[in-house]
């Protein structure tokens, strides 16, 4: 499985937008990047997906590096609700079964 | 539309003994995957189910086990409990092909 690295943890004001980094150096061609987030006592929740260009939802965007080694997770206005550990998931093509979740990034967001 | 369903919450279970634990996929979905947690730790991938048959499994010894049934609602088995197993079991299910897993709140198994 191509790897990924996230930072262990980021802290953010309420109402300010947060930036979330992911490295994946090995990722290969097919892969596409998947955010999900898991708040605390529940279950992970999928966040958004993208395989080259950049992808923009209700929840947040996600900017793909040109050589897709990179990317990064943008949540543009942050809230109390936010907080939350964020995991950046490299998955095959689209019968490829499993996510690969790592440690993920502990994201707090001070009132 | 119903989510993903898990049942029981909490459960506890001593060394040896045996745990089912069940999810309800959210309606329309054919595949479930579940997961284990251990605290403080990410999810790790045990095993997948597509209409009733494993469809791909993770690096977990063998009395770990499931089942899908038709109404593709599942089960995860796990024999011969060990203190390791101590951990949240979380199901999702999703449509084949489909990107996004929808996840249940998870089962807290706690084996003393």
């Known amino acids: 499985d191509a790897k990924t690295t996230q930072p262990n943890s980021m802290e953010s004001n309420e109402e300010e937008p947060v930036h979330l980094p992911c490295n994946h150096s090995?990722?290969?061609?097919?892969?596409?990047i998947h955010w999900y987030r898991q708040l605390p006592s529940q279950g992970p929740e999928y966040v958004i997906h993208?395989?080259?260009s950049n992808v923009n939802n209700r929840m947040a965007s996600l900017a793909i590096a040109e050589d897709r080694k990179s990317s990064t997770l943008i949540l543009h206005r942050a809230t109390l609700r936010d907080a939350a550990v964020y995991y950046c998931?490299?998955?095959?093509?689209?019968?490829?079964?499993?996510?690969?979740f790592g440690a993920g990034t502990t994201v707090t967001v001070r009132a | 539309e119903t989510g993903v369903t898990q049942s029981p919450t909490h459960l506890i279970k001593t060394r040896g003994q045996q745990v089912t634990l069940r999810c309800s996929s959210q309606?329309?979905?054919?595949?479930v995957s579940w997961y284990q947690q251990a605290l403080g730790q990410g999810p790790q991938f045990i095993f997948q189910?597509?209409?009733?048959?494993?469809?791909g499994r993770g690096n977990f010894p063998p009395r770990f086990s499931g089942l899908q049934f038709p109404n593709y609602s599942s089960e995860l088995n796990v024999n011969a409990l060990e203190l390791d197993d101590s951990a949240l079991y979380l199901c999702?299910?999703?449509?084949?092909?489909?990107?996004?897993?929808?996840f249940g709140p998870g089962t807290r198994l706690t084996v003393l």
């Open positions: 090995t990722i290969s061609g097919t892969d596409y």
């Open positions: 309606s329309g979905h054919n595949t």
């Open positions: 999702a299910s999703s449509l084949s092909g489909g990107h996004e897993q929808f």
């Open positions: 993208g395989l080259t």
């Open positions: 998931i490299l998955r095959g093509p689209f019968n490829d079964y499993k996510l690969s």
């Open positions: 189910y597509y209409r009733e048959e494993e469809n």
